[in-house]
């Protein structure tokens, strides 16, 4: 869990637009793509490796992946 | 399907770091907030409007919204 400004951001805006039954809103990002791999396991490796080296700031930033198979 | 530079950006970082079998990154936002409603068709309708007039700018994104139920 980590502070997300924006979330509160969001949240605040809903609140005055009426929506009065909204809470916690977090703010993140989120990233799809589209990998060749041997199989799910090796897919799972790269992308969990891809998400904390590059693609996520581990100081302020949680993440988590997801797989669905695409076939050939 | 709309223009996605960020994505561009993201793919073409991924490739120079060896990532050589990486396609189609889209980078977006993600927003999570929890919502009490009295049923789970209300929370959708309220929820897609959310998205719809004020969490998206519709002339440059798409949305999906996806329902957890959390239970009282």
Redesign the interface.
């Known amino acids: 869990m980590v502070l997300d400004p924006q979330?509160v951001a969001?949240?605040n805006?809903?609140i005055a637009?009426g929506?009065k039954?909204?809470?916690?809103?977090?703010?993140?990002?989120?990233?799809?793509?589209?990998?060749?791999?041997e199989n799910r396991e090796d897919a799972a490796i790269?992308v969990e490796e891809?998400a904390r080296r590059?693609?996520s700031n581990p100081v302020i930033e949680d993440f988590s992946c997801t797989l669905q198979e695409a076939g050939v």
Chains 1, 2 share one sequence.
Not at 26 to 34: A, D
């Open positions: 979330g969001v949240e805006s809903l637009l929506y039954n909204v809470h916690k809103v977090r703010v993140g990002k989120y990233i799809e793509l589209i990998l060749t791999a790269q891809m590059l693609l």
